[in-house]
């Protein structure tokens, strides 16, 4: 593999497929999962088994995927709810100065290309979010999801009646 940095503190389980010039440092990856090219999977964050991440997508400390979970190219999960470089008295802050906002995406579930997941969020099991979209609040398991913000469209299984 050219250009792949994987730290020592890295857990892979069995069958873990790996794609060149990623980027994987504290986090664990269960059995059979697959990783895409210019990825970034950083601390505390947890892949489960048989999930496929394409290319592009940034995983940060605090994001857990439960087991079959997909997720689209160029995907963004955020973990920090008030961004700020600096505290107050104007000193750059450090690790000790935020708190991590957890997301949970639940098993099965699906993100489409180019979302963005904000943290303390939980994605249902099943749920699909459409491409391009913004999640800012909790999913429902079996629905579908899209647009900024993300609303919901339909239950996975309701029946689509084409536009005549």
């Known amino acids: 593999m050219k250009y792949v940095s994987i730290a ?38 947890h892949i489960g088994k048989n999930c496929k991440i394409q290319s592009h997508t940034f995983i940060c ?18 973990n920090d709810t008030y961004p ?31 979302s963005t997941i904000l ?7 099943h749920a699909i979010i459409g491409a391009g979209s913004v999640v800012t609040k909790d999913v429902p398991p079996d629905t579908i999801v899209a647009g900024n913000p993300a609303k919901i469209l339909r239950k996975v299984n309701e029946e689509v009646i084409p536009d005549e």
């Not at 999962?33 to 970034?40: D, H, K, P, T």
């Not at 943290?119 to 099991?125: K, P, Q, R």
Request: glycine share 12%.
């Open 8 to 45: 020592d503190n890295v857990t892979l389980g069995n069958n873990v497929k790996l794609a060149d010039f990623i980027n994987l440092y504290g986090c664990a990856i269960d059995d059979n999962s697959r990783i895409g090219a210019f990825v970034e999977i950083q601390k505390n964050a």
């Open 61 to 78: 400390e605090g994001v857990t995927l439960e087991d079959n979970v997909f997720v689209g190219h160029s995907v963004t999960f955020i």
């Open 84 to 114: 700020r470089a600096t505290n107050p008295d104007g000193v750059l802050k450090n690790e000790e100065d935020w708190h991590v906002a957890p997301t949970l995406v639940k098993k099965g579930a699906s993100i489409g290309s180019g």
């Open 119 to 125: 943290g303390n969020v939980t994605i249902g099991e």
